[in-house]
Nanobody, 126 residues
Framework: QVQLVESGGGLVQAGGSLRLSCAAS????????LGWFRQTPGKEREFVAA???????????DYADSVKGRFAISRDNAENTVYLQMNSLKPEDTAVYYC????????????????WGQGTQITVSS
């Protein structure tokens, strides 16, 4: 079992930056795919960024088109923590952000993740 606890959310002005952290407990998650998703009222939870193991110490990361070049996902396996660095934030980035862990190499669907953080609100003001 993996428990995920998020931190780092809050209110930020457009163009600003935030860094989200997601700390895992319960077991080492070096073998897990780790993802970030976001959700707004009335919409399905959408993929933002994710990272999966790609051989030895190599990891593969991908991003939604809407955040490419602005967001960066990283992980620290020793600390069982995944991060989402968010730069050049836009009002349309406003959402509840969730971190997730799973064992599927299909990292894009929320249905492939078994463990979820509690969610943290990101609000970007105009």
């Amino acid at each position: 079992q993996v428990q995920l606890v998020e931190s780092g959310g809050g209110l930020v002005q457009a163009g600003g930056s935030l860094r989200l952290s997601c700390a895992a407990s319960g077991r080492t998650f070096s073998d897990y795919s780790l993802g970030w998703f976001r959700q707004t009222p009335g919409k399905e939870r959408e993929f933002v960024a994710a990272m999966r193991w790609a051989g030895r110490s190599t990891y593969y990361a991908d991003y939604a088109d809407s955040v490419k070049g602005r967001f960066a996902i990283s992980r620290d396996n020793a600390e069982n923590t995944v991060y989402l660095q968010m730069n050049s934030l836009k009002p349309e980035d406003t959402a509840v952000y969730y971190c997730a862990a799973g064992l599927s190499w299909d990292i894009y669907s929320p249905k492939n993740y078994d463990y979820w953080g509690q969610g943290t609100q990101i609000t970007v003001s105009s």
